[in-house]
């Protein structure tokens, strides 16, 4: 007992001490920060005053000088106003855990404070260890005895003679304890019954070992990762991309990081994360936004959440069972190898080029251009081939152009009217500019390459896409050529067309720079299509990817995502591994068997052993009975200590429809597809906006049958259930989902409205 009470007293008396440095720290850094912000002010002022106008070089080099030393003050200020940040930070909690190793060799233990960030004092001691640091590694990967962590220096072996781990809230030691057991015994229970926060935090006081070795993977050029919903894949992505900025710090930015996301809500959602780590957000984005960047505006895009609105709403008519047809063929394997069969044949086979004449003269034949295309420039993407034609046509134009300058001139000087020799050249030239202009157009629009016809054209012409497709095209393509080229024509680009011409464009040679992007994390890829992953391959050839999915949280039912294996196969040249995280940690025991229960195929991942209610079944007679009972839900007082409360209808109609049942009754927000922000509070959305999200409460609106009845909604209906952190409630009119008809009914709870 007395030992104890001395540990306590020596940690809470070396917690001030760290507190104390920090403060000093702190007040210095907001010294230079401020000093900075001061002289760039000042010198922005001076720059405006002494510099205005530019008369001459002496001027000139003023202005530059100025430039560059506000540059520099910027440059300063963001430095310093960045440890600010990161120290107020540790300000709060200093650090939350500690491991004593005896490396091999030694006889005492070395102390190791483990926290958000490094602190080292003037005498450059290590107060605290950064969580990515490689030392730090053994907090998550090691319990008391036998450890090891890799280092620049190799691999250093030893003992772990203590693991300590501390809450510290604002500075203030609420308790510690030593542990020989796992981190989610004790510490991790206690961060998982909480209530939600409004957007994702951290996880790096809980991190599990499984997680670590993906966070630090620096071995695979490719990874994906496959987990349970709530295993925190979304967590690992971002918590890797901080260790990646730690660990090559000198040449990875977080501009030089990209991750794709399945929304804008979701992109809100987690934009905390990697500030509350001490670094900059990287850039997020999602597919359709990058499409329509390369694309560009002319065009009315159908993004994903357009999709799966049609998908929940028209599944009656005919035309929705043609456009299905369509999305399950360009969204397959097959498709893909039509299209690169395609892009070889277009590199292949000659444009229709033509003589070029110029005043009677050849200037260079159909079959000379011909050769150019097919022979000398082979090896050129199509779009740099074509441009290079188009040049060296016009580069053998320009000897006939001075020669008809020239007699112009001698015209001109014979003209009583011209006797300036200036106007007599400028007069010249124009002339020639004129007669030349039409031939110019014709020759651009001869080399120029469109890559819209050129995807209409794969499906104007059944014989060369037979021939193409070895003879494996399906029963319904003529009604899936004849739906592409109607939509194209009136401007419509369906979701399922937008990959395969980015992909056209994109190997034809006309493609962004992404030269500067060294990491690429891909969320929810369960959700995306052998092309979209082909089009991730081209774009991104030199950088690292992360890919993280869960193959049974697969809302659209058509992406062919069974397994990964076009995965793997797309990306075979960059070796890339399959991991499987075994545990799941958001939802409650109870929750989590539910959820399970409707997979038709068993899920033999593990989950944290957190106690709660069971999930609750509420069946109502009329939808507007269906939204007064989850009004009288909203409005409980057994709600009330949640932050997060989701109504998850299945379509957006369905969540416009509720909205203005509930919104003169009381406070409630509509997230639809077109909001950027996530909200906490009371929100209504439909199925699809929910994927990636968390909500301590969820009530599903419409769990009957006339609402998921169809055998491809199941992962769909899954997804929305396994949103839940603490309580899941169903409503519905009628007969129960088939989803949920067969679960055991020990697994929750049934009540009428």
Not at 450 to 476: C, H, M
Not at 564 to 593: A, Q
Not at 643 to 658: F, Q
């Amino acid at each position: 007992m007395e030992e104890n009470k001395s540990e306590v007293y020596y940690e809470k008396k070396r917690l001030c001490e760290v507190i104390k440095e920090i403060e000093k720290q702190l007040e210095h850094s907001k010294k230079s920060m401020n000093k900075y912000r001061k002289e760039g002010l000042f010198i922005q002022k001076s720059m405006w005053e002494d510099a205005r106008v530019v008369y001459d070089l002496d001027d000139a080099a003023t202005l530059w000088n100025y430039q560059t030393d506000l540059q520099k003050q910027s440059n300063s200020y963001v430095h310093y106003a960045s440890i600010v940040k990161r120290l107020e930070r540790m300000l709060l909690s200093p650090y939350f855990g500690r491991i004593d190793f005896i490396e091999e060799g030694e006889d005492k233990a070395e102390k190791y404070y483990i926290g958000i960030a490094t602190l080292i004092n003037e005498n450059d001691e290590f107060l605290v260890y950064d969580w990515r640091a490689p030392v730090s590694s053994m907090f998550y990967d090691y319990e008391i005895g036998k450890a090891e962590y890799s280092c620049p220096a190799g691999i250093i072996k030893g003992d772990i003679a203590l693991k300590r781990q501390y809450k510290i809230v604002k500075g203030n030691l609420e308790y510690m304890f030593d542990s020989s057991i796992k981190i989610d015994d004790d510490i991790l229970q206690e961060v998982l019954a909480k209530s939600a926060d409004s957007k994702m935090k951290t996880i790096i006081t809980t991190i599990q070992k499984e997680q670590n070795k993906i966070i630090r993977n620096e071995k695979n050029k490719l990874l994906i990762v496959q987990g349970p919903a709530g295993s925190g894949k979304t967590s690992i992505a971002l918590h890797r991309a901080a260790y990646l900025l730690y660990r090559y710090r000198d040449t990875i930015k977080s501009s030089n990081i990209a991750i794709f996301s399945p929304n804008d809500i979701f992109n809100d959602y987690i934009s905390d994360v990697l500030p509350e780590l001490g670094e900059e957000n990287m850039h997020r984005t999602t597919f359709m936004d990058y499409v329509t960047r390369m694309l560009g505006r002319h065009y009315k895009y159908e993004d994903m959440n357009d999709k799966m609105e049609y998908m929940l709403t028209r599944n009656n008519s005919l035309s929705y069972k043609n456009r299905i047809s369509c999305m399950k063929y360009k969204t397959s394997m097959q498709f893909l190898k039509l299209l690169e069969n395609y892009i070889n044949y277009l590199g292949n086979t000659s444009f229709e080029f033509s003589d070029i004449v110029y005043r009677g003269k050849m200037i260079i034949t159909k079959k000379e251009i011909e050769q150019l295309y097919l022979n000398e420039y082979k090896f050129i993407p199509v779009f740099n081939r074509l441009r290079k034609i188009e040049q060296r046509i016009l580069t053998l134009l320009e000897p006939y152009e001075k020669e008809r300058v020239k007699e112009y001139r001698e015209m001109l000087e014979n003209d009583s009217d011209y006797t300036d020799e200036t106007e007599i050249k400028a007069k010249s030239i124009l002339m020639v500019r004129e007669e030349t202009a039409e031939l110019k157009s014709y020759i651009n629009q001869m080399t120029k390459f469109d890559v819209w016809d050129a995807y209409i054209g794969l499906f104007s012409n059944r014989d060369l896409a037979e021939k193409l497709s070895d003879g494996q095209l399906p029963e319904t393509f003529d009604k899936i050529a004849e739906m592409t080229i109607d939509d194209i024509k009136n401007n419509i680009i369906r979701y399922e067309d937008a990959a395969p011409i980015v992909l056209l464009k994109a190997e034809l040679g006309d493609k962004p720079d992404t030269a500067n992007i060294k990491h690429v994390i891909i969320d929810e890829v369960q959700d995306y299509s052998p092309v979209q992953f082909r089009i991730f391959r081209k774009l991104f050839e030199n950088a690292g990817i992360t890919m993280l999915g869960d193959l049974n949280q697969t809302i659209n039912p058509y992406m062919n995502s069974r397994s990964y294996d076009d995965v793997l196969e797309i990306f075979r040249d960059k070796s890339p591994v399959l991991v499987r995280l075994s545990k799941s940690y958001r939802s409650t025991k109870e929750i989590t068997e539910f959820c399970r229960a409707i997979l038709t195929q068993k899920d033999d991942s593990d989950y944290i052993d957190r106690k709660g209610k069971k999930p609750e079944l509420i069946r109502t007679d009329s939808r507007k009975e269906m939204y007064s009972e989850i009004l009288k839900a909203l409005k409980s007082k057994e709600y009330e200590r949640y932050n997060t409360i989701a109504v998850i209808t299945k379509t957006a109609e369905e969540s416009k429809s509720l909205y203005e049942f509930l919104k003169d009754k009381m406070y409630v927000k509509l997230m639809m597809h077109d909001d950027s922000e996530f909200t906490a509070g009371r929100v209504i959305l439909p199925s699809y906006l929910a994927k990636g999200l968390e909500f301590d409460v969820v009530l599903v609106c419409g769990a009957g049958k006339e609402d998921y009845f169809r055998e491809e909604e199941r992962k769909l209906f899954y997804t929305i259930c396994t949103r839940a952190l603490h309580r899941l409630s169903l409503f519905y009119t009628g007969h129960l989902s088939p989803f949920v008809e067969g679960i055991d009914e020990k697994l929750y709870i049934k009540a009428n409205g």
